[in-house]
């Protein structure tokens, strides 16, 4: 069974601070995906990632899938409020056609 | 375009209770997901589907049922309600990478 485990649980900062959040796996995946969810609602898509050692910028926010294909990394430069909330990675298996999700990392960032 | 929606919001069910949690997407997605989440667990897949009248099980299907008549409905079916069935349940439309687009789930309690 694939298992994508995500570090750290739970994570509170002060606004305009760095952080990374994790997701590792002893699996290979062929895609990686890392959506943000609030409360009362969907988790929304912020970024597939498909290649190893690919990295993909969104405003604030850079993705990284590592090399092998086994882990992922989610980097925030200076937070803001708005990015509390939980974040899922999930990846799709090289034999499998569904979605695994990570328990997922819960952000606050404190004004 | 609406998205993927879902109703209702909220429901209270007794136990042996039994309901339908109503799923329809105007985005033209062939796959279409059901997935519970509890507190701390990620995302559980229930049951999917790669098109009209082809439904299959996901990891955690004992207690619900499915349909899928047309491309844009995917009703989950709850026959006989149990307290392990309070959870907040999620439909998505899958696209072309498997990536998912979320409905705004269902908070259902069963007492």
């Known amino acids: 069974t694939q298992l994508l485990e995500q570090s750290p649980q739970f994570l509170s900062i002060q606004e305009g601070e760095n952080l990374t959040v994790y997701c590792n796996s002893s699996?290979?995946?062929?895609?990686l995906q890392w959506y943000r969810q609030e409360p009362g609602e969907g988790p929304v898509l912020l970024v597939t990632?498909?290649?190893?050692?690919e990295v993909k910028k969104l405003k604030r926010l850079t993705f990284q899938f590592g090399d092998a294909r086994k882990d992922s990394s989610l980097h925030i430069t200076a937070a803001q409020p708005g990015d509390t909330g939980l974040y899922l990675c999930?990846?799709?298996?090289?034999?499998?056609?569904?979605?695994?999700f990570g328990k997922g990392t819960k952000l606050s960032v404190k004004p | 375009n609406a998205g993927v929606t879902q109703t209702p919001k909220f429901r209270i069910l007794k136990i042996g209770q039994s309901m339908t949690l109503q799923c329809t997407q105007d985005?033209?997605?062939?796959?279409m997901y059901w997935y519970r989440q509890d507190p701390g667990m990620g995302l559980k897949l229930i049951y999917y589907?790669?098109?009209?009248?082809?439904?299959d099980k996901g990891e955690v299907p004992n207690g619900y049922n499915v349909s899928r008549s047309t491309t844009e409905d995917f009703p989950l079916r709850l026959e006989l309600a149990a307290p392990s069935q309070t959870s907040v349940y999620f439909c998505?439309?899958?696209?072309?990478?498997?990536?998912?687009?979320f409905g705004p789930g269902t908070r259902l309690t069963v007492l």
């Open positions: 985005m033209n997605h062939n796959y």
């Open positions: 999930a990846g799709k298996g090289t034999s499998q056609g569904n979605l695994i």
């Open positions: 589907s790669v098109g009209a009248g082809i439904t």
């Open positions: 990632v498909v290649t190893g050692g």
């Open positions: 998505a439309g899958g696209g072309l990478y498997n990536e998912q687009f």
């Open positions: 699996s290979v995946f062929s895609s």
